[in-house]
């Protein structure tokens, strides 16, 4: 399906393609906070609240919590924002947020996780288990259904989910209902090197997020060549995909991420897990987020909140 037509004005005016460097890529922190609405326009929730939690090492993780209109208790949405593991923050991802906790009726609490390159991998997913687990540990303090609790995110967000769901698996607990994987990022890229994904040069450049971009956030994420098969890093490349939540994964036609989310679900769904998969034709990367009162964010949202607030499913066996 072509691009559709929205797709293309905001590409003529996106600033995405100009970034070539990973310095670029680090200043553009500065730029996606001044695309934000004023406060006084987002969309308005029951409460806001901001907490921090200590991670492993002693280091503080800041989080925000999204109480949505209601009594609860609430299906409580773990998120993790995307941006390549080096863009992005609880501030950024504040309106995509708010509306989450608003369509899903679920309790949205957003993870601040630290950032390559000042933190490379594992600081981002050790960050994303040490939240989730405390979302776990404190369900019912936070008026929360722990029968209910949900990851999720989108782009390295996405990534940051599947690697959480694996961690919990692996470590044991915390126990997770499902896992909600929006055009992530599954396995590593270079830059250079010809991926197997066909994505990858069906949609190399043009579309916002590039090629170039991947292999580039992937330097900064990695400093040790042994992490690329790391599964917590690229989890396709996870020995085992068994006993993980379900999942409901969303694709964009014209991503290079496409291909590799798609086969993620496939595997998935190989090693007994339930799977939903929806590819939406005729967006680009980051349509959730760019592009919320168009159909296709629309749509993906109901998608969402259908998934949610189901009745707790229990992992696959």
């Known amino acids: 399906m072509p691009l559709k037509p929205y797709v293309k004005k905001f590409l003529e005016l996106s600033p995405l393609e100009n970034l070539k460097t990973t310095e670029d890529l680090i200043n553009y922190r500065g730029m996606a906070l001044e695309m934000l609405p004023l406060e006084e326009a987002r969309p308005k929730v029951q409460a806001i609240e901001n907490r921090t939690i200590i991670g492993n ?6 989080i925000r919590i999204y109480t949505p209109f209601g009594e609860g208790p609430f299906p409580l949405f773990v998120f993790f924002h995307g941006g390549g593991f080096v ?20 309790k949205v609490i957003s993870i601040d996780y630290r950032l390559a390159p000042e933190h490379p991998f594992p600081a981002a997913p050790e960050d994303c288990y040490v939240a989730t687990k405390w979302v776990a540990e404190h369900a019912k303090e936070l008026n929360g259904d722990p029968c209910n609790i949900i990851v999720g995110g989108d782009s390295a967000g996405g990534t940051l989910a599947a690697a959480v769901t694996l961690m919990a698996r692996d470590r044991k607990t915390p126990i997770i209902s499902k896992q909600i994987l929006i055009y992530p990022v599954t396995d590593f890229h270079q830059q250079g090197i010809p991926s197997p994904y066909p994505s990858y040069s069906e949609n190399a450049d043009g579309f916002g997020v590039t090629n170039t971009h991947m292999g580039l956030f992937w330097d900064l994420y990695l400093e040790k060549e042994k992490d690329r098969n790391h599964s917590y890093a690229s989890p396709i490349r996870a020995a085992e995909l068994n006993s993980l939540p379900p999942a409901l994964l969303l694709t964009a036609e014209y991503d290079v ?52 607030q189901e009745k707790a499913l229990t992992p696959s066996k």
Not at 57 to 62: E, L, N, Y
Not at 272 to 286: C, L, N
């Open 87 to 106: 863009v992005g923050d609880v501030e950024s991802y504040d309106v995509t947020c708010r509306i989450l906790a608003l369509k899903t009726g679920a």
């Open 257 to 308: 991420l496409r291909d590799e989310g798609e086969q993620y679900g496939r595997r998935l769904h190989e090693a007994g897990v339930s799977v939903r998969a929806k590819r939406f034709e005729g967006i680009i990367h980051g349509f959730l987020q760019f592009f919320v009162d168009q159909e296709e964010a629309i749509e993906a949202l109901d998608l969402i909140t259908a998934f949610i």
């Open 57 to 62: 090492d002693g280091h503080s993780i800041p």
